[in-house]
């Protein structure tokens, strides 16, 4: 069966330190690979994707992330992280079929 | 632009009672995804539709049904309620009915179970 793992389940960076959330898949076909941001309150918003091509991925609000076939893995970075950058951050899976599998979620809290 | 709407925002029931949710998706998407989102726990899958037929099932309580109508906005009709179904409900929608498509989310549904 799929199944997503996010490895951090809490982080807590200062303002301008960079950012690196952990994300890896149990898949051996070809998948699509999303990373969504849940701001406290709201709803689901979607960071980036992966679909092919490129392995590095460049998303919203200076967002990126590296698609590692022969790691399984799908790992977000930021250079510089925001007071506003605080969420919580979901990696999610889809194989093909209509169901995406997500993460457990990474709470990111970033200190001013 | 027209994002995916939910309603109501916020459903407070008792224990026994039934609910209807209501997902609309962003106009010329065909298909409609259902989430459950526990307090402090990640989205749960529930169950989908493409162009009005069940597509795929996930954890859905039996006492749980959904349908997509014929403008493809989908009602989750949950019965027998219990206190663990209280929880954000999400609905998302997309185009084409195909996983690469990326799912839009509406804001949710926060169900309060008494």
């Known amino acids: 069966a799929q199944s997503v793992s996010q490895h951090n389940h809490h982080v807590i960076l200062s303002e301008a330190a960079s950012l690196e959330l952990g994300c890896n898949y149990s898949y051996g076909g070809t998948v699509n690979l999303f990373w969504y941001v849940q701001y406290p309150g709201q709803h689901l918003q979607l960071l980036l994707k992966?679909?092919?091509?490129?392995?590095l991925v460049k998303g919203i609000k200076g967002f990126e992330a590296e698609f590692i076939k022969s790691k399984f893995s799908f790992n977000l970075r930021k250079p510089s992280v925001q007071w506003s950058d605080t969420a919580e951050y979901f990696c999610?899976?889809?194989?093909?079929?209509?169901?995406?599998?997500f993460g457990a979620g990474t709470r990111l809290f970033v200190k001013a | 632009a027209a994002g995916v709407i939910q309603s109501p925002r916020h459903l407070i029931k008792e224990k026994r009672e039934t609910a209807t949710l209501k997902c609309y998706p962003i106009?010329?998407?065909?298909?409609v995804y259902w989430y459950q989102q526990g307090p402090g726990q990640d989205p749960q899958f529930l169950i989908s539709?493409?162009?009005?037929?069940?597509?795929d099932k996930g954890s859905i309580p039996d006492r749980f049904s959904a349908q997509q109508f014929s403008d493809y906005h989908s009602e989750l009709n949950m019965s027998s309620l219990e206190l663990g179904d209280s929880a954000l409900y999400f609905c998302a929608s997309s185009r084409a009915g195909q996983g690469n498509q990326p799912q839009h989310f509406g804001d949710g549904t926060r169900l309060s179970i008494l």
């Open positions: 106009p010329r998407h065909d298909t």
């Open positions: 539709f493409y162009e009005k037929m069940q597509s």
């Open positions: 999610a899976v889809n194989a093909g079929g209509f169901k995406t599998i």
């Open positions: 992966y679909f092919s091509g490129d392995p």
